[in-house]
């Protein structure tokens, strides 16, 4: 005689469904993130803590990612996009990365140097000779070269604002932060592909670096996402400023490689794991980036009260007990955002805020998970 199967009721199957997805969950909210100095702090955790300092900070909006042993292992976002109408942030927010974009040039730079298209060490001027250089630097300005402008070694000012370009020293000899001599190498990148530097640049750019990197939603000029997904600076006083081209000096048409990126952490944090798995470039070429190219002198004050030391190829390096730490800050006032990465500890760090905080987070930021910067 063949017996039947025993019947199991829909509420036991019910059951341990609910059970197996409790346990699931459970398991998920248990994942620990491991911070710098190697303590660890489950996901729950720090989410509680991130929060209580966004809100101790009156900072109205953030996207924050963290990668442990090279890989994400943390992203969340906190906070309203825009304070009037209280929407609020979600994974698909873009923020303004401003100085963000100087790493991420420095990789695509490197890109180029590796195609043989752009020689590191061959004077710029040879490509493309800079049309408003000050009188008294036309000759010093011929030896830049690009190794120079991503140390930040040609002199340039920060900004030139529309004036004569007057170099502060013999390039080379010295350091001086400069987003106009990035302008002029994203210049001589779109010259030598044929291509200038407005949107044909940024879809260079993303072909060689957010395609393979899976940054869908980053870029340097103004889209359609941007329009749909972009949250609203935030002056001092918590107020909303802009979300779009039409306020600043930027009209969302140029690459400005200095400032205009767009991004949030999650697709930024995949270009600080390129950076900690050397993925993309070869390994010379990492080395190359990460090495030292600007020595800070002694009164210099980023050396003075950060405790930087120099510059690598897009970074600043500050040495830690924990390595050489490897780092960039953004500032568009109205948003700010932070980057670093820790090769020797396979560690890395990437937020952005639609506001000025930037400083006092971070500061609450390193009794949780630092020191970060």
């Known amino acids: 005689m063949i017996q039947s199967k025993p019947i199991i009721k829909q509420g036991f199957?019910?059951?341990?469904?609910?059970?197996?997805f409790s346990s699931c969950c459970a398991q998920s909210n248990q994942k620990t993130i491991k911070a710098v100095d190697g303590t660890t702090v489950s996901a729950s955790n720090l989410d509680k803590k991130i929060d209580s300092i966004v809100q101790a900070v009156e900072m109205p909006g953030l996207s924050i990612a963290i990668i442990n042993d090279s890989q994400l292992v943390y992203h969340n976002t906190f906070g309203v996009t825009d304070t009037k109408t209280k929407e609020p942030v979600n994974g698909q927010t873009i923020f303004e990365g401003a100085s963000l974009s100087k790493p991420i040039f420095a990789y695509f730079t490197m890109r180029m140097v590796e195609q043989g298209i752009l020689d590191l060490d061959r004077p710029l001027y040879e490509y493309l000779p800079h049309p408003g250089i000050a009188e008294n630097s036309k000759e010093a300005y011929k030896t830049i070269t690009a190794r120079m402008v991503l140390s930040h070694r040609t002199g340039f000012p920060n900004h030139s604002n529309g004036e004569p370009v007057e170099l502060a020293f013999t390039p080379g000899t010295n350091f001086m932060y400069s987003g106009e001599a990035f302008q002029y190498l994203a210049a001589v990148i779109g010259k030598l592909n044929g291509i200038g530097f407005k949107s044909d640049l940024?879809?260079?750019?993303?072909?060689?670096?957010?395609?393979?990197?899976?940054?869908?939603?980053?870029?340097?000029?103004?889209?359609?996402?941007?329009?749909?997904?972009?949250?609203?600076?935030?002056?001092?006083k918590g107020k909303p400023t802009q979300n779009n081209p039409s306020y600043g000096g930027w009209n969302g048409k140029t690459f400005n490689a200095y400032s205009s990126l767009h991004s949030e952490a999650r697709e930024y944090a995949q270009f600080l794991i390129a950076l900690l798995q050397q993925k993309g470039l070869k390994s010379e070429t990492f080395v190359q980036m990460f090495k030292e190219h600007s020595r800070f002198k002694d009164h210099n004050s980023l050396k003075q009260q950060i405790g930087q030391t120099g510059w690598g190829l897009g970074m600043a390096q500050k040495p830690t007990e924990y390595g050489m730490m490897h780092m960039h800050t953004g500032n568009n006032h109205d948003f700010q955002s932070y980057m670093m990465v820790l090769p020797e500890k396979k560690f890395g760090i990437v937020f952005f805020t639609n506001s000025d905080k930037a400083i006092p987070f971070i500061q609450g930021l390193n009794s949780i998970i630092g020191p970060v910067f």
């Open 13 to 20: 199957i019910l059951s341990l469904l609910v059970l197996f």
């Open 202 to 236: 940024n879809d260079l750019f993303q072909k060689e670096v957010t395609e393979p990197l899976n940054m869908p939603n980053s870029t340097f000029v103004w889209d359609d996402y941007l329009a749909d997904h972009k949250a609203f600076g935030h002056d001092d």
